[in-house]
């Protein structure tokens, strides 16, 4: 009956170290988790493009000494010419503007804006630790209290949880000692 209470706290160590090594968590067996972030860029609203009259010429006189062909140049003056200007086609946009022009004015302009948009990609690898190997230590230890004097032999189990188990066995008195640490950790 004295061994009673020695089985039941043994039993007790060991389903609490079986429960602390055996349960199942999530697995480790990456090295590196991914973390995808996709952007989409969005179109920038049509801005319709008005031209500014920056200079007119009001009929510099050039005098010619040669014939001049008057029906060729009011054909010229009465006709429409039609101009397609190109001003971007990258990979961000497409910017054309279409130009009628008759009688030395701009009859018609049509703009044609095309904004290409983007999708950005960014992944960020970051490492996961690899789990730490078992480890197991020995070592010795000394002690007294008022009455007695200790010496221990001592062997600690450092598992890949980062759990500790220390068994001591005190040489002069004859005891035994199981110990247990948990690792504490703190939250940033």
Known sequence: ?????????????????????????????????????????????????????????????????????????????????????????????????YDTISQNKIISRKPVIEIFTHLIKQTTIQKVPAMAKPMIYAGIGVGRNPNQFGLTGNVLYISRKDNAYSLSYDLLNHNLYFSMYWKIRFHK
């Not at 429960?19 to 969005?42: G, K, M, P, W």
């Not at 039609?82 to 001003?87: E, G, I, P, Q």
């Open 1 to 97: 009956m004295k061994k009673a209470p020695w089985i039941i706290i043994a039993t007790l160590l060991i389903v609490i170290f079986l429960q602390r090594e055996c349960l199942v968590t999530q697995s480790h067996n990456s090295a590196e988790t991914f973390y995808d972030t996709i952007h989409d860029t969005l179109p920038y609203p049509v801005i319709h493009y008005v031209p500014k009259l920056i200079y007119q010429d009001t009929g510099s006189t050039k005098w010619r000494w040669q014939k001049v062909d008057t029906t060729a140049i009011l054909k010229d003056y009465f006709s429409r010419h039609y101009y397609a200007d190109t001003l971007a086609n990258d990979t961000n946009a497409l910017i054309i503007v």
